[in-house]
């Protein structure tokens, strides 16, 4: 299937208007990222994406991986794939440049994650979870763990995995057991690891693997948690890898997708300890770790814009080929794309895409802006609104990819369950990325506990304020905005009602949050993608009127009037879940379902 053309025009304009990109490179860090670079990397990633890794996706879904001996082996062409996307460079584009990293913006890489994720999300995971690991240590680790790992990461000769889950251990982290016993300057590390993402592979020539585990005198819960480096390889005095460090691959998962990642069980010091090292301070692990998870959240909302816009671009193809009824108006059998029913699914994936890759690369832009900010209040602001950000980019960005990538198979009819038309397996691909890196539900849960109640909604409500803020441009724009305006205003009420019962009723009900947070998640990611279409609708219109390219812009105008016609109105029915407390959710006995 080497059928992947990124939307490289709709990138763009999305990072420049939507992702606020004049503020980034108005910061000092980026100085010298400007239009032109960013053509630069996204015409070549696109490339590389669609020649490079589109072209082996099929094949890796179909051979799918397998240990033998002890290591776990991957298909040949993925092997290949990764030596040259190395070689380009790809893995160290937005790390840190004293580890020889390129230094770009995250608002830009994430456009590169978003085409790796949409050409092959199975290959796309091991970079990431490698970038991941990569930012932690950055952040945690000594300077000389930095100085021994961090350059091998970000080249890319060493991979990196997030070691967290155990069989007992999943979405509560504070029930996790393995263990690390210090060993003068080091630990030794033990446990079960389960559902590690290319936990062992013959790619890079080292693994890094970070896992979190106990020290002896660990406090129970998550206060006794504790982060360690523990490498596949030992190394050598002079920093090459050597001796077999105790880490093996037990077996890898059979799945309903990404077949091609190897979703390993781990066991850490099976045969006397694996040596590892304590990134951070003792028995703070989870806080570290949160860097690394935080950053792949985000990773995974980008990997659910990929796939949807993947299975939207083989669906479009598809529509306008299949030949099938009569349409109004027109002599014989028509393509199915003339049908209303199947223009209507179309327009809601590409807008309910487009919706999603504007969250994403706002929510960068927001961590762009508090990471390399200059003075402390505007650090402060970006870094509570990238905090609000990450959950609803990963949940709600994922819920949209799940219907998306849905809708992709519905449009293909029959065509769509066959597999040899490749749609089947976006949907398949799509739907790991509502339950890994933390459920949607812990996500919703997390929103509305950490980020909503916390501060007492503040941060919500100068969010809310902002957003206000198309209402006027949208009054000015015309008859033709009038739905989208009335839509958006009254989804903006709605969410300030929710804020505000959530804050007052959550008192009253221990049970409202848990009950309530996945509505109210839906409803603010609903709110936040219709104002980024009308943001992107008001832009295109004054392009429009200075003669820009009309089919492109029209497209943008026309997203948004759809959206604020057949999606914001959803907004209404996830208020009323809201607001309808925990009552009848909990009203069953446990016994009784
Ligand atoms: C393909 C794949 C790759 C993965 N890669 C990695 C990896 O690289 N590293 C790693 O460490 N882990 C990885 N994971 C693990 C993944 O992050 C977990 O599966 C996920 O966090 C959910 O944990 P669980 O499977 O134990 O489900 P559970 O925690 O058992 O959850 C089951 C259900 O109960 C709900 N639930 C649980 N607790 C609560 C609560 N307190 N409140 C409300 N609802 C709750 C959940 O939302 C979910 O719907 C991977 C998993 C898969 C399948």
Not at 299 to 325: E, W
Not at 423 to 437: C, K, L, N, T
Request: aromatic share 8%; net charge negative.
């Amino acid at each position: 299937m080497t059928d992947y053309q990124a939307p490289v025009r709709q990138m763009r304009f999305t990072i420049d208007h939507l992702a606020d990109f004049p503020a980034v490179a108005a910061l000092p860090d980026f100085s010298a990222v400007d239009g032109d670079t960013i053509e630069a990397v996204l015409g070549e990633a696109a490339k590389f994406a669609g020649s490079v890794l589109a072209p082996i996706n099929w094949l890796g879904d179909q051979q799918g991986v397998k240990v033998v001996d002890d290591a776990v082996q991957v298909p040949r062409e993925f092997a290949d794939a990764y030596k040259q996307f190395c070689e380009a460079g790809w893995p160290g584009i937005a790390s840190n440049p004293e580890f020889g990293g390129q230094g770009m913006p995250k608002t830009v890489s994430l456009a590169c994650d978003e085409m790796w994720a949409a050409a092959n999300v199975a290959f796309a995971l091991c970079p990431e979870l490698s970038q991941g690991a990569i930012l932690a240590m950055d952040r945690h680790a000594t300077d000389e763990l930095k100085q021994t790992y961090l350059d091998k990461l970000v080249s890319g000769q060493w991979a990196g995995t997030m070691c967290l889950t155990e069989p007992q251990a999943g979405s509560d982290l504070a029930a996790l057991t393995s263990k690390a016993e210090p060993r003068g300057d080091h630990y030794l590390v033990s446990g079960s690891k389960i559902y590690i993402t290319w936990g062992d592979h013959p790619m890079a020539e080292n693994i890094i693997h970070l896992v979190l585990a106990r020290l002896p005198d660990a406090p129970p819960g998550i206060k006794g948690i504790s982060l360690f480096v523990v490498p596949k390889y030992r190394l050598n005095a002079d920093g090459t890898p050597g001796e077999f460090n105790d880490v093996i691959p037990v077996s890898v998962e059979h799945k309903m997708g990404i077949h091609a990642s190897p979703t390993c069980v781990l066991a850490f010091g099976g045969k006397g300890g694996a040596v590892g090292y304590l990134v951070g301070k003792p028995n703070e692990g989870l806080a570290a770790m949160f860097t690394m998870m935080n950053y792949m959240r985000l990773g995974v909302g980008a990997q659910g814009v990929g796939l949807a816009d993947r299975s939207y671009q083989k669906s479009v193809a598809y529509a306008r080929d299949r030949v099938q009824g009569r349409a109004p108006g027109e002599k014989g059998r028509v393509a199915i794309i003339r049908h209303p029913d199947v223009r209507r699914m179309l327009l809601l994936m590409r807008s309910l895409t487009q919706a999603s890759r504007a969250i994403c690369y706002y929510t960068a832009s927001c961590l762009d802006r508090a990471a390399h900010g200059t003075d402390a209040e505007s650090v402060g602001h970006w870094q509570a609104r990238a905090d609000l950000m990450t959950p609803i980019a990963k949940a709600w960005c994922t819920e949209a990819a799940q219907e998306a990538t849905e809708l992709g198979v519905q449009v293909h009819g029959g065509m769509g369950y066959v597999e040899e038309t490749g749609v089947a397996q976006f949907y398949r691909d799509a739907r790991i990325a509502s339950i890994y890196e933390g459920t949607n539900g812990i996500q919703a849960i997390d929103l509305v506990g950490r980020k909503l109640l916390r501060d007492g909604g503040a941060t919500v409500a100068a969010f809310v304020s902002d957003m206000r803020g198309v209402d006027a441009p949208l009054a000015n724009a015309g008859e033709g905005f009038a739905t989208l305006r009335r839509a958006m205003a009254r989804a903006l009420d709605e969410l300030v009602q929710c804020s505000t019962y959530l804050l007052t009723a959550e008192k009253k009900d221990p049970e409202l949050v848990s009950a309530a947070a996945f509505d109210y998640m839906m409803l603010i990611g609903t709110v936040i993608g219709g104002w980024q279409l009308a943001r992107g609708a008001l832009v295109a219109t004054e392009q429009l009127a200075a003669g820009g390219d009309k089919a492109f812009l029209q497209a943008q105008v026309v997203m948004a009037q759809f959206y604020g016609e057949h999606v914001l109105p959803r907004c209404t029915g996830y208020a009323a879940g809201v607001q309808a407390g925990s009552a009848s959710t909990m009203a069953l006995a446990a016994e009784n379902f």
